[in-house]
Protein backbone atom coordinates (compact mmCIF):
# COMPACT_ATOMS: atom_id res chain seq x y z
CA UNK A 1 0.00 0.00 0.00
CA UNK A 2 1.27 3.06 -0.69
CA UNK A 3 2.49 5.83 1.80
CA UNK A 4 -0.62 8.58 2.56
CA UNK A 5 0.12 12.07 0.99
CA UNK A 6 -1.94 15.51 1.21
CA UNK A 7 -4.44 16.39 -2.12
CA UNK A 8 -6.20 19.91 -1.43
CA UNK A 9 -8.75 21.44 -3.54
CA UNK A 10 -9.04 25.43 -3.42
CA UNK A 11 -11.04 27.96 -4.65
CA UNK A 12 -8.14 30.67 -5.26
CA UNK A 13 -10.68 33.62 -7.19
CA UNK A 14 -7.69 34.63 -8.96
CA UNK A 15 -3.99 34.03 -8.50
CA UNK A 16 -2.52 36.35 -11.19
CA UNK A 17 -1.50 38.85 -8.14
CA UNK A 18 2.23 37.79 -7.36
CA UNK A 19 1.45 38.58 -3.71
CA UNK A 20 -1.22 36.18 -3.61
CA UNK A 21 0.03 33.39 -5.41
CA UNK A 22 3.62 33.51 -3.27
CA UNK A 23 0.85 33.30 -0.10
CA UNK A 24 -1.12 29.94 -1.74
CA UNK A 25 1.89 28.24 -2.66
CA UNK A 26 3.52 29.09 0.84
CA UNK A 27 0.52 27.83 2.65
CA UNK A 28 0.52 24.27 0.20
CA UNK A 29 4.20 23.79 0.84
CA UNK A 30 3.06 24.51 4.69
CA UNK A 31 1.20 22.22 4.78
CA UNK A 32 2.45 19.13 3.21
CA UNK A 33 0.25 19.08 0.38
CA UNK A 34 1.74 16.54 -2.27
CA UNK A 35 -1.19 17.56 -4.91
CA UNK A 36 -3.32 20.65 -5.16
CA UNK A 37 -6.50 21.01 -7.55
CA UNK A 38 -6.80 25.09 -7.59
CA UNK A 39 -10.28 26.31 -9.49
CA UNK A 40 -11.10 29.85 -10.89
CA UNK A 41 -7.47 30.47 -11.55
CA UNK A 42 -8.32 33.36 -13.99
CA UNK A 43 -4.81 32.85 -15.44
CA UNK A 44 -3.95 32.97 -19.43
CA UNK A 45 -2.10 30.69 -20.97
CA UNK A 46 1.01 32.06 -21.31
CA UNK A 47 0.50 32.98 -17.62
CA UNK A 48 0.72 29.52 -15.93
CA UNK A 49 4.29 29.35 -15.71
CA UNK A 50 4.10 32.09 -12.63
CA UNK A 51 2.70 28.16 -10.73
CA UNK A 52 6.40 27.07 -11.28
CA UNK A 53 8.12 27.10 -8.26
CA UNK A 54 10.41 25.13 -5.92
CA UNK A 55 7.75 23.55 -4.83
CA UNK A 56 5.92 22.25 -7.93
CA UNK A 57 7.50 19.54 -10.19
CA UNK A 58 4.54 19.27 -12.81
CA UNK A 59 1.52 21.72 -13.43
CA UNK A 60 -1.45 20.44 -15.41
CA UNK A 61 -3.18 24.15 -15.88
CA UNK A 62 -5.83 25.15 -18.39
CA UNK A 63 -6.94 28.61 -18.52
CA UNK A 64 -10.23 30.72 -18.18
CA UNK A 65 -11.82 31.99 -21.04
CA UNK A 66 -12.92 35.64 -20.74
CA UNK A 67 -11.45 35.82 -17.11
CA UNK A 68 -13.49 33.14 -15.64
CA UNK A 69 -13.08 29.90 -14.09
CA UNK A 70 -9.97 27.98 -15.08
CA UNK A 71 -8.14 25.11 -13.33
CA UNK A 72 -4.54 23.86 -12.18
CA UNK A 73 -3.50 20.43 -10.78
CA UNK A 74 0.05 21.43 -9.49
CA UNK A 75 2.19 18.27 -7.89
CA UNK A 76 4.96 18.30 -5.63
CA UNK A 77 8.75 17.87 -7.03
CA UNK A 78 8.82 14.83 -4.42
CA UNK A 79 5.30 13.04 -5.07
CA UNK A 80 6.38 9.20 -5.19
CA UNK A 81 4.30 8.85 -8.64
CA UNK A 82 3.24 9.71 -11.78
CA UNK A 83 -0.20 11.86 -13.61
CA UNK A 84 -0.84 11.11 -16.68
CA UNK A 85 -3.31 13.97 -18.96
CA UNK A 86 -6.59 12.08 -19.88
CA UNK A 87 -8.39 15.09 -20.75
CA UNK A 88 -9.52 18.63 -20.22
CA UNK A 89 -12.21 21.21 -21.41
CA UNK A 90 -11.57 24.20 -23.60
CA UNK A 91 -13.37 26.46 -21.17
CA UNK A 92 -10.72 26.18 -18.18
CA UNK A 93 -13.38 24.09 -16.22
CA UNK A 94 -12.33 20.43 -15.54
CA UNK A 95 -8.76 18.28 -16.26
CA UNK A 96 -8.83 14.21 -15.54
CA UNK A 97 -5.66 13.04 -14.60
CA UNK A 98 -4.82 9.08 -14.51
CA UNK A 99 -2.71 8.86 -11.00
CA UNK A 100 -0.38 6.09 -10.54
CA UNK A 101 1.87 5.81 -7.77
CA UNK A 102 3.55 2.03 -6.37
CA UNK A 103 0.30 -0.73 -6.71
CA UNK A 104 -2.14 2.20 -6.47
CA UNK A 105 -3.97 3.64 -9.85
CA UNK A 106 -7.05 6.36 -9.51
CA UNK A 107 -8.43 9.13 -11.83
CA UNK A 108 -8.94 12.81 -10.41
CA UNK A 109 -10.26 15.09 -11.67
CA UNK A 110 -10.69 18.66 -10.37
CA UNK A 111 -13.81 20.57 -11.32
CA UNK A 112 -14.92 24.16 -11.69
CA UNK A 113 -18.43 24.20 -12.35
CA UNK A 114 -20.08 27.01 -14.25
CA UNK A 115 -21.75 29.69 -11.92
CA UNK A 116 -25.40 29.08 -13.87
CA UNK A 117 -26.40 25.55 -13.22
CA UNK A 118 -26.00 23.66 -16.21
CA UNK A 119 -27.35 19.72 -16.46
CA UNK A 120 -25.11 19.04 -19.75
CA UNK A 121 -22.08 19.66 -17.42
CA UNK A 122 -22.87 17.41 -15.37
CA UNK A 123 -23.63 14.66 -18.01
CA UNK A 124 -20.78 15.47 -19.68
CA UNK A 125 -18.82 14.47 -16.70
CA UNK A 126 -20.43 11.27 -16.19
CA UNK A 127 -20.50 10.50 -19.54
CA UNK A 128 -16.25 11.39 -19.07
CA UNK A 129 -15.57 9.15 -16.15
CA UNK A 130 -17.95 6.42 -17.17
CA UNK A 131 -15.30 5.33 -19.87
CA UNK A 132 -12.99 5.20 -16.77
CA UNK A 133 -15.44 2.40 -14.85
CA UNK A 134 -12.80 0.42 -13.73
CA UNK A 135 -10.97 2.92 -11.83
CA UNK A 136 -11.74 4.49 -8.24
CA UNK A 137 -12.51 8.37 -8.84
CA UNK A 138 -11.44 11.80 -6.46
CA UNK A 139 -13.30 14.40 -8.01
CA UNK A 140 -12.47 17.64 -6.30
CA UNK A 141 -13.18 21.07 -6.62
CA UNK A 142 -16.03 24.06 -7.00
CA UNK A 143 -19.66 22.60 -8.09
CA UNK A 144 -21.21 25.99 -7.14
CA UNK A 145 -24.02 24.05 -5.70
CA UNK A 146 -24.37 22.62 -2.14
CA UNK A 147 -25.78 18.92 -1.19
CA UNK A 148 -27.51 19.74 1.90
CA UNK A 149 -29.13 23.21 2.14
CA UNK A 150 -29.83 22.99 6.19
CA UNK A 151 -26.02 21.99 6.23
CA UNK A 152 -24.44 24.06 3.95
CA UNK A 153 -26.40 27.30 3.33
CA UNK A 154 -26.43 30.17 5.48
CA UNK A 155 -29.27 31.74 3.83
CA UNK A 156 -31.15 32.16 0.37
CA UNK A 157 -28.95 31.66 -1.90
CA UNK A 158 -28.86 30.49 -5.52
CA UNK A 159 -26.84 27.50 -5.57
CA UNK A 160 -29.20 26.03 -2.14
CA UNK A 161 -31.95 25.95 -4.67
CA UNK A 162 -33.17 22.43 -5.80
CA UNK A 163 -32.83 22.82 -9.56
CA UNK A 164 -28.64 22.98 -9.15
CA UNK A 165 -28.90 20.66 -6.43
CA UNK A 166 -30.01 18.04 -8.79
CA UNK A 167 -26.92 18.24 -10.51
CA UNK A 168 -24.62 16.90 -7.31
CA UNK A 169 -27.09 14.40 -6.73
CA UNK A 170 -27.10 12.91 -10.48
CA UNK A 171 -22.95 13.11 -10.64
CA UNK A 172 -22.91 11.46 -6.91
CA UNK A 173 -25.57 8.78 -8.02
CA UNK A 174 -24.20 7.99 -11.22
CA UNK A 175 -20.80 8.04 -10.37
CA UNK A 176 -21.54 6.27 -6.73
CA UNK A 177 -20.14 8.77 -5.25
CA UNK A 178 -19.20 9.85 -1.91
CA UNK A 179 -18.90 13.34 -0.06
CA UNK A 180 -15.82 12.91 1.45
CA UNK A 181 -15.74 15.61 3.85
CA UNK A 182 -19.80 15.18 4.69
CA UNK A 183 -18.92 11.60 5.53
CA UNK A 184 -16.60 12.92 8.22
CA UNK A 185 -18.57 15.08 9.23
CA UNK A 186 -22.20 14.56 8.91
CA UNK A 187 -23.72 16.99 10.87
CA UNK A 188 -21.34 19.57 11.35
CA UNK A 189 -22.25 23.36 9.38
CA UNK A 190 -19.46 25.21 7.63
CA UNK A 191 -19.62 27.37 4.74
CA UNK A 192 -18.12 30.23 3.35
Avoid at 55 to 70: D, I, L, R, S, T
Avoid at 85 to 102: A, K, N, P, S, W
Avoid at 166 to 186: K, M
Wanted: glycine letters at 8%; a neutral charge; proline letters at 5%.
Amino acid sequence: MPNPFKVVSWNVGGISSPVKRFKILQALQRQGVKIACLQEMQLSNSEHLKLWTKWVGEVNQFPAVQGKGGVAVLIHKSFQGQAKLLHYDDFGRYVLLEITMQSLTFLLLAVYAPNQYDHKFFTQLVSLCGGYSDCPLLLMGELNVVHDPALDCSGAVSYCQLGPRRGIEFLLSTLDLVDGWRALHPMERDFT
